[in-house]
């Protein structure tokens, strides 16, 4: 047998592209259209796609914020970590006599530790205090909002911010008959919306029922007095009716036609002005602002101590 081999020549390849080429490309355009078809049947949560992502954020750290509490501190190569000074007060208090009228028999004694906040840093805190509260108010307001986007777009519903309070106006719209303060089978879900909200959200909750400046006509109630509280008791009973919410938070009121939202010059502004509306309050309210205010203008450091003439010290 000889070692040597013929050369065998290769077959003309035939034209075009390979057969198996055009069921692989039916097959990729079902499954383009397989998966066209799931995204257009999904719905998609906005305040579940929110839960998640802040909870990924969370977890993961991203872009996390984090309050520093001490003084920042520098390195060098003398010293690895140098902290600047910080006066101490002394533990003695400062023992002052406030006036020099000797028919008085009271000494004011103050620390000095008192004596180094002053009115304008404590004014500043409270500013800060104030811009986070509103800040923290819009983002729950958000919430609120994601939560009823159906009845925000049918108008229904409407959430805004003021300041430090978030405002959920439930119009009478879907919710009550004319004349009554029955709420409506189709608002009782909604109701449980704003409940399962409420339930993550801090703050002091108002519910304040209005109506138009039409006397009322009916024989139920005497006026719109009765009817706006009719119609804000209504709504509190039903979010009461889940035995998470804390009663202690919230208050019912009746404000007839005394708060308009429009002039009640028009059929539509009096439709407007007929509502239900939710407001938290985050924070302290005015008048106990106003209460700790004028306790520290008598007592700015609120360190003051009256000593009777027989005290030794």
Request: charged share 30%; glycine share 6%; aromatic share 6%.
């Amino acid at each position: 047998m000889s070692d040597d081999t013929e050369e065998q020549e290769c077959p003309p390849c035939p034209p075009g592209l390979p057969a198996w080429l055009a069921t692989f490309g039916d097959l990729m355009s079902l499954l383009m259209c397989f998966f066209v078809l799931l995204l257009s049947f999904s719905e998609m949560d906005v305040l579940k796609f929110k839960q998640l992502a802040g909870s990924m954020r969370e977890a993961f750290g991203v872009q996390n914020q984090i309050k520093v509490e001490d003084i920042p501190k520098g390195t060098s190569i003398i010293a690895q970590e140098f902290s600047p000074g910080r006066p101490e007060p002394t533990p003695l208090n400062e023992v002052r006599q406030m006036t020099v009228n000797n028919d008085m028999n009271t000494l004011d004694i103050r620390s000095k530790e008192g004596d180094s906040d002053s009115p304008d840093q404590e004014a500043g805190e409270q500013q800060e205090l104030q811009k986070e509260q509103e800040q923290e108010a819009k983002e729950e307001a958000v919430e609120f909002a994601a939560a009823l986007a159906e009845e925000i777009g049918d108008g229904s519903v409407e959430v805004e911010t003021d300041g430090k309070k978030i405002i959920i106006r439930i119009k009478e719209k879907g919710s009550f008959d004319s004349g009554s303060a029955e709420l409506k089978f189709e608002s009782i879900p909604v109701l449980a919306k704003i409940r399962d909200v409420l339930l993550d959200v801090k703050g002091n909750v108002s519910i304040e029922g209005h109506s138009d400046n039409i006397p009322y006509a009916g024989r139920r109630f005497e006026s719109n007095w009765d009817l706006s509280v009719a119609r804000a008791l209504a709504v509190a009973h039903e979010l009461f009716g889940d035995p998470r919410i804390d009663q202690s938070r919230f208050k019912v009121l009746g404000m007839a036609d005394t708060k308009p939202l429009v002039p009640n010059d028009t059929r539509a502004n009096r439709v407007k002005n007929r509502r239900v509306e939710i407001i938290v309050t985050k924070g302290k309210d005015k008048e106990s602002l106003e209460k700790i205010q004028a306790r520290k203008e008598g007592d700015p450091d609120g360190q003051l101590i009256n000593l009777q003439p027989d005290d030794i010290f």
